[in-house]
């Protein structure tokens, strides 16, 4: 059953380093929420892209707060990502501005596809132990049509468990490849499947289901594991 979350978001402002860009970002919290996920979006569309809506008002009605934002190429309204240093910085600034506005809420990280891998990336270059997790909705394992596994080599750097969420007609993300991954990465590493699903959640016709389905089933999913990270903690 998918839930709503009737508040609406607030708009942030993020400073990229001392001399470096601002940008823009939004918290959305529930009355009950109690976590915070610092959410970057994928390469190709931004935080207001329908998808990023749809998963942070699901995840704030199961209790989880998001500040989604842009990286700075998006902000300027360009295609081409920036260059990997300037992402890993917003990543690092977006992580220290979530602990400025709810420093009482454990603090997750992660992103869809290339908004998941900068924040392991960071964490995996300077690990952050006030980060509870990392939850990747839809990890970019490979190029399509070029299977392999080069791209989670950095994940065993990352000290904090990771929740990959993968479709099952994932492009970027063959499983025959990513189950491997996450069993190098032992107990850190929980992968859940959505059947039918494709790199962006979206469903075939003829499953049944549509994509807010899985987006809803995205949100419940990580929220449980939130909750079970949670009860580990104490």
């Not at 993300?173 to 990465?185: K, N, S």
Request: charge should be positive; aromatic fraction near 6%; hydrophobic fraction near 40%.
């Amino acid at each position: 059953m998918q839930t709503t979350c009737n508040r609406p978001s607030v708009e942030v402002v993020i400073q990229v380093g001392s001399a470096g860009p601002q940008v823009s970002a939004l918290l959305l919290e529930d009355a009950a929420s109690h976590a915070l996920l610092v959410l970057g979006h994928g390469a190709g569309a931004g935080m207001h892209h329908p998808f990023m809506e749809q998963l942070a008002v699901q995840l704030a009605a199961c209790g989880i707060a998001t500040l989604r934002y842009q990286f700075p190429y998006m902000e300027r309204g360009r295609r081409s990502p920036d260059s990997r240093r300037k992402l890993l910085d917003t990543v690092r600034a977006a992580l220290a501005r979530a602990r400025e506005l709810r420093p009482s809420l454990p603090l997750y990280a992660g992103g869809k596809s290339m908004g998941g891998r900068m924040a392991s990336l960071a964490l995996a270059q300077q690990p952050d132990t006030g980060v509870r997790g990392v939850i990747f909705f839809g990890f970019p394992l490979h190029n399509a049509g070029q299977r392999g596994n080069d791209r989670a080599d950095h994940l065993l750097e990352v000290a904090q468990p990771m929740l990959f969420l993968q479709g099952t007609r994932d492009k970027l993300a063959d499983l025959e490849y990513l189950r491997p991954v996450c069993e190098r990465l032992g107990a850190r590493a929980t992968l859940h499947v959505v059947e039918g699903g494709d790199h962006s959640f979206a469903m075939l016709k003829r499953s049944g289901r549509e994509q807010s389905d899985a987006i809803a089933e995205l949100a419940r999913t990580a929220s449980e594991w939130i909750n079970a990270r949670a009860g580990a903690d104490r």
